[in-house]
């Protein structure tokens, strides 16, 4: 994934795949249902569609008059959502996150850390072996790729924090390890004392304690790495482009915006970017 430097620390910009496409046949038949004009289209499955309904063809038309002067002459947006993008993001920040939800109109799953936490739960406890327990908490958690921010003095500082929060939950909590470690794995502690990659590796391997994330979502911060599935239709797609891809949009989701819109195919561009408009 590229870096960049934002604010002077370094950064991974998130990457997108576009999981699937709608097509604009459905947005146009919806609209020629509106004005029933389907002989006036210039794609032919869509003229025949009332008598011949080819939906392969439908879903593949790359133009439609229709739809464009509905967009930009008479702004008759409500047809576009028909047509839908799901993507897949890899790499974006829970910061983010929290600003993609202020978008109303969208479907989407975020990779839970209510269930994906395990292996963070699992460097702090094997660190209580350690001599160093930093230490060794610090170089376990650098080599899982948690984090947007890739500065190494930054990620110091943080995930000395997030120690000092498991540190601080650890003394306060007497059923720390039993919270923590799934009921099965707890004979790993004993197995492996003093010893705490040969712990980490045991406990990788057990059982994963089921909600395990519920009782640790307090060390989680903004710069938090997360992966998910959006899908929008393209009105919803134009708003979301206009806000974020802008200057003045928080610089992390309108990077997102920009690689979204790399992988969205031009026939949708055309109908909700003005760039794009007569290309």
């Known amino acids: 994934m590229q870096k960049i430097k934002e604010y002077y620390i370094e950064y991974e910009k998130p990457k997108v ?3 699937q496409e709608s097509g604009l046949g459905v947005a146009e038949i919806a609209a020629r249902t509106c004005y029933d004009s389907f002989e006036n289209s210039e794609n ?7 008598r011949d309904m080819d939906r392969d063809a439908i879903n593949h038309i790359e133009n439609s008059e229709l739809l464009s002067n509905l967009a930009w002459v008479h702004h008759h947006h409500s047809i576009m959502e028909h047509a839908t993008l799901s993507y897949l993001i890899q790499g974006t920040s829970r910061g983010v996150l929290q600003e993609h939800a202020r978008h109303r109109l969208q479907a989407i799953s975020v990779r839970s850390t209510r269930y ?24 376990t958690i650098l080599k899982l790729n948690l ?11 943080e995930i000395r924090s997030i120690y000092d929060k498991f540190m601080f939950q650890y003394r306060r909590n007497p059923d720390y390890l039993k919270d923590a470690v799934a009921k099965s794995s707890l004979s790993f502690i004993e197995q492996h004392k003093g010893d705490p990659e040969a712990l980490y590796r045991a406990l990788e391997c057990g059982k994963k304690k089921r909600n395990v994330g519920d009782g640790f979502k307090h060390i989680v911060t903004d710069n938090w790495r997360v992966d998910m599935v959006v899908s929008f ?4 797609l134009k708003n979301y482009f206009e806000l974020r891809d802008n200057g003045a949009a928080w610089f992390q989701i309108r990077w997102l915006a920009q690689e979204m819109k790399k992988v969205t195919p031009v026939k949708y561009l055309k109908l909700i970017d003005k760039q794009y408009k007569n290309g």
């Open 17 to 19: 795949i576009l999981l």
């Open 44 to 50: 032919t499955c869509i003229k025949d569609a009332m």
């Open 116 to 139: 994906t936490m395990s292996s963070v739960i699992n460097a702090f406890t094997a660190s209580l072996e350690a001599k160093e327990g930093f230490d060794f908490f610090l170089n």
């Open 147 to 157: 984090f947007v921010i890739t500065d190494t003095t930054y990620l110091e500082i």
């Open 233 to 236: 239709n393209i009105r919803s």
